[in-house]
């Protein structure tokens, strides 16, 4: 199973994640996030993961080429555009970026499929993201979604495997679900997220 712990805010948090098994680590930087950080902030938990696992940067309020040039500043893996970002967005991006993940809800998007703006990995999330609010996995399962997709929304150390069972995602997303309050990310939920996810 790959996992993705997202919406870290400092190397320690980084480092706890890799050192557990973490896949993918996730930064957010948008003007209203809990758990937004700024370009140098991102960079140097860049640095202190590289290579060990996947960096990858959230965004969802600026334009989908702003947005590949930032994460290009930055020196990501990936660029993951969160929200009703166009194909245009993403064919702009593209242009500037290689590699793209397109996060959305199947409230936006209900007949999503991955591919379908060019993304190489699609993350399903809850209507409303960052809430850690869990949703209605029936309509994954009813959706049939196949390839590189990624489960997002409500999990937590508990919940993960039930969810897992009944979505049969390719990979599982997670940030207020390890925190202790909102964008602080508690380490000890990180550890046990990650071991209930690999060891499904």
Known sequence: MYVK??????????EVA??????AIGMVI????????????????????AHRAETVLVVNDMTGADAARLAGRIGVD??????PYSQLEFSAAAALFPRLWRATSLTH??????????????????????????WDLTSVRD????GRWILAGGLTPDT????VAQARPWGVDVSSGVESAPGVKDHDAI??????????
């Open 30 to 49: 948008n003007a209203t996030s809990p758990r937004a950080i700024d370009e140098d902030r991102a960079r140097s938990i860049v640095g202190a993961v």
């Open 143 to 146: 959706n049939g979604l196949t």
């Open 18 to 23: 890799v050192e557990a098994g973490a896949d």
């Open 160 to 163: 993960v495997a039930d969810a």
């Open 5 to 14: 712990i997202c919406g870290l805010k400092d190397v320690d948090a980084a």
């Open 109 to 134: 998007a209900p007949t999503a499929r991955v591919g379908d703006y060019g993304e190489e990995a699609l993350l399903l999330d809850a209507p409303r993201p960052g809430s850690g609010e869990r």
């Open 78 to 83: 990936v660029l993951q555009l969160h929200g």
């Open 191 to 200: 550890r046990a997220f990650l071991s209930a996810a690999k060891n499904l």
